[in-house]
């Protein structure tokens, strides 16, 4: 159930009608496939870079498309709108998003462009086997030597772990530093022989994300790969951008609750019970009358959260209501609609079934709901 939101135009709805294509023509078809091998191809991260997708709110001078976040909003819409669960691009936007507002000038010129056109793909490694959400109690460790820092520990639940050519990984340069001992450290795979990255994790859905366990052995960091080019800052760096992120889960969630409700209501007016039609009866009806105003509700509280992000003034409270009302609406919403599609409901050749697995992760990455929680209580 798409509405025009108020920060669209004409030029944004030309390149909403482009990525519609790309999705229909390039992810739509493939996704059994990927779900089959956990991950999507290599080659869809080139065609996605040249359309200019993965850069579409980067400044030209650093390779991107020069857009703004209502562009990158579109793209995930879209994503979302096509079913897809499996395209890393959300996790790769905020990598660039990091090198873009925390990196030095060398650092975004010299991976920018690379990660925009789709020749590297960036993954992020915060969470740990023994730290997840408190990413004080990470163990990874980066050492300084005088040809460069050794990388030691693990990293898990990592988002394009498998296909990552960058990643940008919490470390501790000062263990003894507390949360000033941590800083974010840019590491590039490519014959790197003290970086391995694990299996690719099952999980009980988005399967076509290639979710892998990473670990370092003395893994080679650059001297100058310091995010920003100052040991310490990470904290202060993770705390910058989150919003940006969580904002991003409030607008694919969004998208996902408009199109449960579509493929329902599309169900409910073709299928009968006791000689009439589903959308006939009083039950139905209602539910679907609730799940309409819900959605209604989402859809303006994101407008408006994408129109702060434009306008620079998002806050982590705000983006951390986003994240954790939207996230729990779309499992509730996604739930109800399986439902109303009965047996056929739980069958994964429907979509609404593949919808009802992979959005529960939503409440749980980029901050667990009840860690979006204790920030808006704080701001009380």
Not at 248 to 267: D, F, K, P, Q, W
Request: charged share 25%; aromatic share 8%.
């Amino acid at each position: 159930m798409e509405t025009t939101s108020p920060w669209m135009n004409e030029e944004l709805q030309a390149f909403r009608d482009a990525v519609r294509r790309f999705v229909e023509g390039e992810i739509v078809p493939h996704q059994e496939t990927w779900r089959k091998q956990q991950h999507v191809d290599r080659g869809l991260w080139r065609k996605a870079g040249e359309l200019g997708l993965l850069g579409a709110d980067i400044p030209e001078e650093y390779g991107g498309a020069g857009g703004s976040f209502a562009h990158m909003a579109v793209v995930f819409e879209e994503l979302s709108y096509g079913g897809d669960t499996a395209f890393g691009i959300h996790v790769h936007a905020i990598v660039e998003h990091y090198l873009l507002n925390q990196g030095t000038e060398e650092q975004k010129r010299k991976y920018l462009p690379r990660l925009a056109s789709g020749e590297m793909i960036a993954a992020i490694a915060m969470s740990e086997p023994g730290a997840g959400s408190d990413l004080k109690g990470i163990r990874t460790t980066a050492r300084k030597t005088p040809e460069g820092y050794r990388l030691n520990g693990s990293k898990t639940f990592i988002s394009n772990g498998y296909l990552a050519d960058l990643i940008l990984v919490v470390a501790k340069t000062d263990p003894a530093a507390g949360a000033k001992g941590v800083s974010l450290m840019l590491l590039e795979t490519k014959d790197n022989p003290g970086f391995r990255v694990g299996r690719i994790l099952e999980k009980v859905g988005q399967k076509g994300q290639d979710t892998c366990e990473l670990f370092f052995d003395e893994a080679h960091v650059a001297l100058d790969n310091v995010l920003g080019g100052e040991e310490g800052r990470g904290f202060a760096q993770l705390m910058t951008e989150l919003p940006y992120e969580r904002t991003i889960l409030g607008v694919c969630g969004v998208a996902a609750i408009e199109r449960a409700l579509r493929l329902t209501l599309e169900h409910t007016r073709e299928r009968k019970a006791f000689g009439q039609l589903l959308i006939e009866m009083q039950n139905t009806r209602f539910v679907l009358a609730e799940i309409k105003t819900e959605a209604t509700i989402a859809r303006v509280f994101i407008d408006r959260c994408i129109e702060d992000m434009l306008a620079g003034r998002m806050d982590t409270v705000q983006a951390s209501m986003a994240k954790w009302w939207i996230s729990d609406l779309q499992c509730k919403v996604v739930d109800q609609c399986v439902q109303l599609f009965g047996g056929y409901g739980y069958m994964l050749e429907y979509p609404i079934a593949q919808m009802y697995v992979d959005a529960r992760v939503q409440r749980i990455y980029g901050g667990a709901n009840e860690i979006m929680k204790e920030i808006i209580a704080r701001s009380l």
